[in-house]
């Protein structure tokens, strides 16, 4: 019998703000492209585009991970915009791990972060000591990392664990990565406990899903 494949048409990624296409498109290179934009990236984000992600993801994180004693992990950390978010609410012990030692020098200069260390989250990690509770805003999207390497962030918390993930939402729709992210769970071993839909960039229309995830 023959197999036909369907092939997914590609996303138009140029319906978006230049800024944000180029970086959902992008899939080498990443880590001089968050360098080169580490100086803007906050009034970019926040300020032009509506970026709110950081706030409702945290809001979901602090319902799920309420102990402000907690040694937390922001994966993707960036500028800190997350981890001053726990911060504020009392979060007292954070760490930051990122791809671009650009965005990260922003970060401790604000000295949201206990400790920061640089990672590309396409490949394993073994932390030297397992995290109480991880926050991961804005890394999965269109490109890279894929959600078949979200076990690579997962990873970083002790068993028993929640992590709180956001995937993008266009992409979410456009690449169908519901299924990827259960087939990724069932894979890796972790349990997807909550999918909430919620606001990321508000003035492209884009929202997003943040995944409640415990490791097994």
Request: proline letters at 3%; hydrophobic letters at 40%.
């Amino acid at each position: 019998m023959k197999t036909f494949v369907v092939k997914q048409k590609p996303p138009d990624l140029k319906r978006f703000d230049e800024r944000l296409a180029a970086a959902y498109s992008r899939t080498d290179n990443k880590e001089k492209q968050y360098d080169d934009w580490a100086s803007t990236y906050d009034s970019d984000l926040v300020d032009d585009l509506g970026y709110v992600a950081y706030k409702n993801a945290g809001d979901v994180f602090m319902e799920v991970a309420p102990d402000r004693h907690a040694r937390v992990l922001d994966v993707a950390c960036g500028t800190g915009l997350a981890g001053q978010y726990l911060k504020d609410n009392g979060y007292e012990n954070i760490h930051g791990a990122d791809l671009s030692a650009e965005m990260m020098a922003i970060a401790d200069k604000r000295q949201i972060y206990l400790s920061t260390w640089q990672h590309d989250f396409t490949k394993p990690i073994k932390p030297d000591q397992l995290y109480d509770a991880l926050l991961c805003v804005g890394m999965f999207a269109y490109a890279v990392p894929k959600i078949s390497d979200m076990h690579n962030v997962v990873n970083c918390v002790k068993s028993g664990s929640i992590c709180v993930i956001t995937v993008n939402g266009a992409a979410w729709k456009d690449l169908d990565l519901e299924l990827q992210v259960y087939q990724e769970a069932e894979r890796s071993g972790f349990a997807i406990e909550q999918i909430k839909a919620s606001g990321y960039i508000e003035k492209e229309g884009i929202d997003c899903r943040v995944l409640v995830i415990r490791r097994a």
